[in-house]
Nanobody, 119 residues
Framework: QVHLVESGGGLVQPGGSLRLSCAAS????????MGWYRQGPGKQRDLVAV???????NYADSVKGRFTISRDNAKGTVALQMNSLKPEDTAVYYC?????????????WGQGTQVTVSS
């Protein structure tokens, strides 16, 4: 019922920038925590950044100072601005959201979007 769709991935050179977006749709009462995770080749899925409904943010040490997460509660979207990209940032990036529906709370995931940083 709840659907998260990521966009904005692609190929970028080291030092470049990308902006990922994620939109939530469905019968949603409210969205609590929203965030981004990533999974590189042969690696586990790790937290990149999260933002709470109150605006508090948390970043992985590897992206601090380079990535910025933001959300638009009215639109039900979350974005990840990625600057100074490095080859090690190459991964599939997944949108995650803790969503309150009319009768339950669900932990939803998007399908993922590929980010490749290479020269």
């Amino acid at each position: 019922q709840v659907h998260l769709v990521e966009s904005g991935g692609g190929l970028v050179q080291p030092g470049g920038s990308l902006r990922l977006s994620c939109a939530a749709s469905g019968r949603i009462f409210s969205i609590d925590r929203m965030g981004w995770y990533r999974q590189g080749p042969g690696k586990q899925r790790d937290l990149v950044a999260v933002v709470t409904s109150g605006g508090s943010t948390n970043y992985a040490d590897s992206v601090k100072g380079r990535f910025t997460i933001s959300r638009d509660n009215a639109k039900g979207t979350v974005a990840l601005q990625m600057n100074s990209l490095k080859p090690e940032d190459t991964a599939v990036y997944y949108c995650n959201a803790e969503i309150r529906m009319t009768t339950r709370t669900v932990d939803s995931w998007g399908q993922g979007t590929q980010v490749t940083v290479s020269s």
